[in-house]
């Protein structure tokens, strides 16, 4: 059979993880260790097993660059040209997608703009001299932003009331400018998922399969977000590697990883122990 094929490429754990499609599952991959391949394969598997078309799976990560290979990958493999209406995103593209296609539930007009770092800081400076709140900088003001749009509870990041207090004005300011930002991407769908159940239900019969890769780079929000999304089959794949996050700058939570099983009791467990990149080093 066609699905079987591919699996020629695999090793056994790979081929173990590309295979496990139903209910819960955690990856656990090293660097060097395929999990990029895994995703890709386990992506085509599902298509060409007729278990779900490939508008029906949702497949996130954290950069463009990851996104475009993985399509380009699982193009190679599937040979479906209809790609615009894949869902492999970025978890902030994600986030525009739902934003874009409900933009009147977040209270903005069709042609809402994004705005950048700059485009942000710059309000910033404005509210702080309209409002006279010259007792933190812009630049801090900033970073308590981002920290907050990253907080499931406010009142855990230790930021205090008057900061609070000025980014709901800096957000307000931002819907009259009929803008959203960076953080908004994640925590406006967040947060109307969470209130909303017509359009959680609506969501979680969209996709029949989840995909998270990188995924001990995800922060709380994230996590909880695609939680929200994921039907009662619970077909979420979650991928990653629990010694290693680049983001925790920006708030990415390992325990999101380690937790896992916690989350979901009865999900399976794979780990890739291979390390292609190291063996191929000393071969060379």
């Excluded at 190679?76 to 986030?95: A, C, E, P, R």
Aim: hydrophobic share 40%; net charge negative.
């Amino acid at each position: 059979m066609v699905h079987h094929s591919i699996l020629k490429d695999l090793d056994e754990d790979q081929i173990k993880a590309v295979t496990t499609t139903e209910g819960p599952l955690l990856v656990i991959a090293g660097p060097g260790s395929g999990k990029t391949r895994v995703i890709t394969y386990r992506f085509a598997y599902i298509v060409l097993s007729g278990k779900a078309s490939a508008d029906e799976i949702l497949c996130v990560t954290f950069t463009n660059k990851a996104a475009e290979e993985m399509r380009n990958r699982i193009l190679s493999l599937v040979g479906d040209v209809k790609v615009m209406t894949w869902w492999i995103k970025t978890f902030h593209s994600f986030g525009l997608s739902i934003i874009r296609e409900n933009y009147k539930l977040f209270g903005l007009g069709p042609n809402f703009v994004v705005y950048d770092g700059d485009d942000q800081f710059r309000l910033i400076r404005k509210l702080v001299k309209e409002y006279n709140l010259d007792l933190y900088s812009p630049e801090i003001l900033q970073d308590h932003i981002s920290i907050l749009d990253r907080a499931l509870r406010f009142e855990e990041t230790g930021i205090k009331e008057e900061v609070i207090e000025f980014y709901k004005i800096y957000k307000k300011a931002l819907r009259e400018n009929n803008a959203v930002d960076f953080g908004d991407l994640i925590r406006l769908p967040y947060e109307e998922l969470l209130r909303n159940e017509r359009l959680r239900k609506l969501y979680k019969s969209r996709w029949k399969y989840i995909m998270i890769d990188e995924f001990q780079d995800t922060d709380k929000v994230q996590y909880e977000f695609i939680k929200l999304i994921l039907n009662d089959n619970r077909n979420i794949c979650v991928v990653g590697d629990d010694d290693q996050s680049i983001y925790g700058w920006r708030g990415a939570n390992v325990d999101n990883i380690r937790n896992f099983d916690r989350d979901f009791k009865d999900c399976r467990v794979v780990i890739l122990r291979t390390n292609y990149r190291s063996t191929e080093e000393i071969i060379a």
